[in-house]
């Protein structure tokens, strides 16, 4: 019979009970087998999920952990990159004020209606001399913008590509102050405001040469830490007021404290010759957008209120 063909033997099973782990010929003492401990119970194991359960599971972590791992881009690179792609035609210095104007007045025309008709006009008479593709990159400036402010509030951001670019005048001795220091002289300068607030119910900041505002966030946001402690918000308790004669770094302070949710209102115009004064046009003030709210509506109108009984009073 072929090899192929031949069967295999039966193999038999084994009937023989199992010995303990014991040398042979060495039997476990009857006094060592009474203290042996009882056998454990079976290890527990958790009942298996379903494959789809496990792979849904598995997939969300998958999805939550690569999210955390994006990072997001950096907001002054992005922004050099499109501001880069806008000096291909233009000057860097025209394309910085027609920025910083247009987002200004893009700022400005939702909450003041005073003067809404000038600064649209104005807005559109910029923006009209970019090429359909330039003009989509403005707003892509103004959310890096946005995006940086929102990463680090304590920060002079729009100042410091500002001297990046070299944009400053030099020659008149136009260079910002680093925030860093200005952070420092704001410790310092700020005392305990807690007196100030039971008072009168809010504090006030005043920069009469405010540039692009480095001093006054770093001031801001000193009071908002005191603040803080008093369980406050600074952004209904802290009314900046600040000029300066050079409208684009002064426009460059608004869309900061705009973006950072403070109430101010800055002026245009030389601080020597013509100051702020109670009863100016506002022709050449711009208000943020939380100088509307209704609290600090509400203050001024106590305010006109107050100044109306004593006068009432003096004149009696």
């Known amino acids: 019979m072929p090899f192929w ?22 039997p476990l003492p009857k006094a ?14 958790p009942p298996k999920m379903p494959d789809y ?38 000057r860097a210095w025209d394309v910085w004020r027609d920025f910083v104007v247009m987002f200004a007045c893009s700022l400005s025309n939702p909450v003041d209606k005073s003067h809404y008709d000038e600064r649209e006009k104005r807005y559109l008479k910029i923006i ?16 890096h913008t946005v995006m940086a402010l929102e990463e680090n509030p304590e920060q002079d951001f729009l100042g410091g590509i500002f ?8 020659k008149n001795g136009q260079f910002f102050t680093p925030y860093h220091i200005c952070d420092l002289m704001a410790k310092i300068a700020v005392d305990d405001v807690s007196k100030e607030i039971d008072e009168k119910g809010y504090i006030t900041i005043h920069d009469p040469c405010c540039g692009a505002g480095a001093t006054l966030i770093a001031g801001v946001h000193e009071v908002r830490r005191q603040l803080e402690k008093m369980n406050l918000n600074y952004q209904n308790h802290v009314l900046v007021v600040a000029q300066d004669i050079d409208e684009v770094v002064a426009l460059m302070c608004y869309i900061h404290l705009s973006l950072l949710g403070v109430a101010a209102y ?15 046009s506002t022709e050449n003030y711009w208000f943020t957008m939380m100088y509307f709210s209704d609290v600090w509506q509400t203050r001024r109108l106590i ?14």
């Open 128 to 143: 009209n001399k970019y090429s359909k593709e330039e003009q989509k990159l403005f707003p892509e400036l103004a959310a």
């Open 163 to 170: 001297m990046e670019l070299r944009l400053g005048d030099g």
């Open 266 to 280: 800055i002026k245009i115009g030389d601080v020597f010759t013509n100051p702020i004064k109670e009863g100016n």
């Open 53 to 90: 359960i496990s792979e849904r599971s598995q997939s969300k972590k998958t999805t939550t952990s690569s999210i955390a791992q994006q990072k997001r881009p950096d907001a002054k690179k992005e922004f050099l990159r499109v501001f880069g792609r806008l000096t291909n035609h233009h």
């Open 303 to 316: 305010h006109k209120m107050n100044d109306i009984l004593k006068g009432e009073k003096d004149g009696k």
């Open 32 to 45: 060592e087998m009474k203290q042996r401990p009882p056998s454990l119970p079976p290890k527990y194991e």
């Open 5 to 26: 063909k031949k069967k295999k033997p039966k193999q038999q099973k084994s009937t023989a009970k199992s010995k303990p782990a014991v040398a042979p010929g060495k």
